[in-house]
Antibody, heavy 121, light 107 residues
Framework: QVQLQESGPGLVKPSETLSLTCAVS?????????WGWIRQPPGKGLEWIGSIYHSGSTYYNPSLKSRVTISVDTSKNQFSLKLSSVTAADTAVYYC??????????????WGQGTLVTVSS | SSELTQDPAVSVALGQTVRITCQGDSLRSYYASWYQQKPGQAPVLVIY???NRPSGIPDRFSGSSSGNTASLTITGAQAEDEADYYC??????????FGGGTKLTVL
């Protein structure tokens, strides 16, 4: 059974960098699939942040692209998110997920439980 | 356009059938996937591809697509189906995109 677990600080100061890690168990990241981050501000909908292929190629949400970096560490079977210059608008529950994709369909088939990150001084 | 549009709220009587829709240009070339999210929980994949259900998803959930519109149908809605539902797809640039979500109330 594939499992994902987010970890990182729950409180980040404005203008600093938010850093989260997603540890994957039950599947080797280097074997395939995309791996990504999704966030959900309190009371609002889901927002895709970005995805990374097991080989390292990335896709980022155009609205966040200038501030986002996603990387993968196959030796630790985990991937990470860095979001720079955060503001209160970045306060959200952050989820990591596995993304399956072909030429005509895509799905996020496994999700972490989510972690709340609050941006506040 | 990379947007996916959903009705904010839909209601259905217990045991009746409800359709939740998702509109967007990307759906002309990409099937939508659908997610159920209950309060305080992570989203759960319920439909993907042409009309595929992951293991453990009841067969009252089904999906369909026509033109720029994807639909999630719940046939015989149950009280436990009350939740937020989100569609997802990829746009022409390869970026993933979510719909704004539909809050389903079972009366």
């Amino acid at each position: 059974q594939v499992q994902l677990q987010e970890s990182g600080p729950g409180l980040v100061k404005p203008s600093e960098t938010l850093s989260l890690t997603c540890a994957v168990s039950g599947y080797s990241i280097s074997s395939g699939y995309y791996w990504g981050w999704i966030r959900q501000p309190p009371g609002k909908g889901l927002e895709w942040i970005g995805s990374i292929y097991h080989s390292g190629s990335t896709y980022y949400n155009p609205s966040l692209k200038s501030r986002v970096t996603i990387s993968v560490d196959t030796s630790k079977n985990q991937f990470s998110l860095k979001l720079s210059s955060v503001t209160a608008a970045d306060t959200a529950v952050y989820y990591c997920a596995r993304l399956d994709s072909s030429s005509w369909e895509t799905s996020l088939d496994y999700w972490g439980q989510g972690t709340l990150v609050t941006v506040s001084s | 356009s990379s947007e996916l549009t959903q009705d904010p709220a839909v209601s259905v009587a217990l045991g009746q059938t409800v359709r939740i829709t998702c509109q967007g240009d990307s759906l002309r070339s990409y099937y939508a996937s659908w997610y159920q999210q209950k309060p305080g929980q992570a989203p759960v994949l319920v439909i993907y591809g042409k009309n595929n259900r992951p293991s453990g998803i009841p067969d009252r959930f089904s999906g369909s697509s026509s033109g720029n519109t994807a639909s999630l149908t719940i046939t015989g809605a149950q009280a436990e189906d009350e939740a937020d539902y989100y569609c997802n797809s990829r746009d022409s640039s390869g970026n993933w995109v979510f719909g704004g979500g539909t809050k389903l109330t079972v009366l």
